[in-house]
């Protein structure tokens, strides 16, 4: 199929500031929708297919070799810098594991207090400065807050965090061309991490407890692994919540009937933060890599062809949701979204970013009145604003 007048690009950098051009998917998932894109590569738009493909990983391998400047793909670099949604069975599932153990309910009820006294600390910040900027005193600290926690670090080291999400860092790796003999910054800095760890008695949080403990196919992981994996989950743990966050207050400012609902009715947090993460996903696309040849809707992708995953077109069909366009607290299935992915790559930190979300959301109609837009200034656009724009508002205290 080819719908030779709609042009569209799935990596345009504009989606950041200008929104995603949700018109477009939407002619795109009723003309054509295995879409051909500029770079060649086969955009998946209606959710039925972009579910089947993310479970299908014997026909599907995740791939970011392309947007860490690589363009032939992880093949062609070591194995010990393939991040853990590119590494194959069983070997992935091995590695998975430690994470969500790490990650467990039970470890995360012991951060939320630290998160929500974090959410009031900068709540408190925020309340001294006429206007606050939500998006970098609040979106953008948490998410590297929580990250640091779960690592047992400092605050310095959610600085870098912070940091890191937003200049590049995460999107290299040792072998991405210009990059240092060291690596990356983040590989530095978890190469002296992991010395600090190996040399402690009993390490100092869970996951590099389990880390440093794991037999994988019958070996310790290596030095290199380890830091790969550290890396990756703050890049994947980082940049996303912080998109989720800006939307939810950015939403929140502008819309001052949804605030009034929510502080009526605070069972509705949960549900609010589910209709963002599939109205305006954090993570619009995935890309994979067809290993055999495979045939969506008659369109045969030879092996070797690049699949873009189209989840927050997906997250948007009239097939599956009524009025997708809309923003509704009342979808019957608040939870029915592919926000987080599906199959045995579905995202393990879904849940501290939920968490992180609705205690986000919490604090702040526990602490306001009200979050008012500030006269004459601008948004970012409520489709999809992935980018790093201000978030300005009067914040009045209750
Ligand atoms: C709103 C926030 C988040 C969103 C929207 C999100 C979304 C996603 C999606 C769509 C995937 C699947 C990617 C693919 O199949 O190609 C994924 C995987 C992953 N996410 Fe998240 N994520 C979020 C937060 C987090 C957090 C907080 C962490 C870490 C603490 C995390 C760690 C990971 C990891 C390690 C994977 C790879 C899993 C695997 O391949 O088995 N994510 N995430």
Redesign the pocket.
């Known amino acids: 199929m080819s719908a030779a007048d709609i042009a569209f690009d799935p990596h345009d950098p504009r989606f950041a500031s200008e929104g995603v051009p949700f018109d477009k998917l939407a002619r795109i998932r009723c003309e054509a929708p295995v879409f051909r894109t500029p770079a060649g590569a086969w955009y998946l738009s209606r959710f039925d297919d972009v579910a089947a493909a993310?479970t299908d990983v014997d026909t599907f391998r995740?791939d970011?070799g392309p947007i860490t400047g690589l363009p032939g793909g992880v093949e062609t670099i070591p194995a010990e810098q393939h991040?853990?949604?590119?590494?194959e069975e069983p070997r992935?599932k091995a590695i998975?594991r430690l994470?969500t153990a790490a990650?467990s309910s039970a470890r995360l009820r012991q951060i939320e207090p630290l998160i929500a006294a974090e959410c009031h600390r900068l709540i408190d910040a925020m309340l001294a400065s006429r206007p606050a900027n939500l998006h970098d005193d609040y979106a953008m600290a948490i998410?590297a807050f929580?990250?640091a926690r779960?690592m047992a670090l400092d605050e310095a080291a959610a600085q870098a965090f912070m940091v890191w999400s937003w200049d590049g860092t995460l999107m290299q790796r040792p072998a991405t061309p210009g990059v240092p003999p060291g690596g990356p910054a983040s590989h530095i800095f978890f190469r002296d991490y992991l010395a600090q760890q190996r040399a402690m008695a009993t390490p100092s949080n869970d996951l590099m407890a389990l880390m440093l403990a794991a037999e994988v196919e019958g070996a310790p992981l290596s030095d290199a692994e380890i830091i790969t994996?550290l890396h990756?989950?703050i890049q994947?743990?980082?940049h996303?919540?912080r998109?989720?966050l800006a939307h939810l207050v950015n939403r929140l400012v502008q819309d001052a009937a949804l605030w009034a609902t929510l502080q009526a009715d605070r069972a509705l947090v949960p549900t609010f933060v589910e209709e963002s993460?599939r109205r305006d996903?954090?993570?619009q696309r995935?890309?994979?890599r067809c290993v055999r040849e495979t045939n969506i809707r008659g369109i045969t992708l030879p092996a070797g062809a690049w699949v873009e995953?189209g989840?927050g077109s997906a997250n948007h069909d009239e097939a599956v949701f009524d009025e997708g366009r809309d923003f509704r607290l009342d979808r019957a299935e608040p939870r029915r979204h592919?926000?987080?992915?599906?199959?045995?790559?579905?995202?393990?930190?879904?849940a501290?970013?939920?968490m992180?979300?609705q205690v986000a959301v919490t604090a702040l109609l526990d602490r306001l009145e009200r979050m008012e837009p500030v006269a004459g200034a601008t948004y970012p656009p409520l489709p999809g604003s992935l980018g790093h724009q201000p978030i300005p508002a009067i914040l009045v205290a209750r």
């Open positions: 993310l995740a970011l991040y853990l949604s590119e590494i992935h998975r994470l990650m998410p929580a990250m779960i994996q990756f989950l994947a743990g980082v996303t919540t998109s989720l993460l996903s954090p993570v995935t890309t994979r995953m989840i592919l926000a987080f992915g599906a199959g045995s790559h579905v995202c393990p930190g879904a501290l970013a939920r992180e979300a």
